[in-house]
């Protein structure tokens, strides 16, 4: 017996396989791809790392109920060739500059912060060369002071495919920064808020 | 009419939604995710996924790290939100990880979109889920489907359509 449902019974199951074996082929080809390209030992360098440190009291700036916040900007250069990311199921790469720190009155908080990211859609745009950029976002942590820590600068990246899965890893070169404590004026600024408030 | 051909029509219909909801469950244990595959709604992921991709979660993990895209849902927010982690505290005693999210194509991070007072995501209450895999476009017909009240229809008069006609 043959009926037109028995038929598109067997072509829908047919494809449904095909696309399945094709996508299976796609992974694997792609994954092997990235090993022979060596892309997890790409590197970066990092350089002249300038940080600022602002105080501010905006809820969008990572405040509580008006309470100072400290807020850090860097400008920094930057250097790395990411073009061997790029194959033929590339379809883009997401690169994130982050900094990795302790708490400092509770030592057992590990944090890590984006800086300054980006997204590359063509190969042309994946050679990396900064000079003197400023960083995208303004980080405060969770408690009220930055300042006084070290911080380790990453670059990472991560791969977004036409399809299968996302592939992430970091470029060799780590760059650590000092930040400066600081000053005593934004102590008392914060105390003569405190007794407005009241 | 035999009723007994009928009773058997209806106990196969009922083995194949009982096998699809059986698989959805089990997937559902295996990433420890009450979604594990989601279909994505907004465009504030371009150019990395557009409405309509399909993405495939994991929550056996323990922490994020910084860039992974996670999808959480927001306290009285029906729609699960999918977007990138920008910032991670983890507190190494007490395992409790805070986030706080982006999404690529969006200005500013998500705080606006956070429950009330909330400025971070915590990673074991609000995460559903880390997407790990990706099959672009192919969820384009679940949204067609809820969105469109003329596709729904169509396809409910298919199914019934098929029901009627196919013989055993």
Redesign the interface.
Known sequence: MFSLSQRFQQTSNQALSFAIFAAAFVVATFCAQLYQDNVFGLSSSIGNIQPQINVRTSRFYGSVNGRPKENLKISFDLESDLTPLFNWNTKQIFVYLTAEYNGLKKPSVKSEVTLWDSIITDKEGAVISLNNAKSKYSVWDIEEKLSDRNLTFKLHWNIQPWIGPLVYGETNGESPVTLPQTKPKSQSARTSKRSEAV | MNLRLELTRFLNLCFALASAFMFWKGLSIVTNSHSPIVVVLSGSME???QRGDILFLWNRNELN?????VVYEVDNKEIPIVH?V????????SGKQ?LLTKG?NNA??D??LYAKRK??LHKEKDIVGT??????QLGYITIWISENKYAKMGLMGLIAL?AL???E
């Open positions: 150019p990395a996924f790290k910084v860039g992974d895209v990138r920008l910032r991670e505290h983890v507190d190494e005693t805070l690529d500013g991070n705080i606006p400025i971070y997407v790990k895999g990706y099959i672009p098929s006609l196919s013989n």
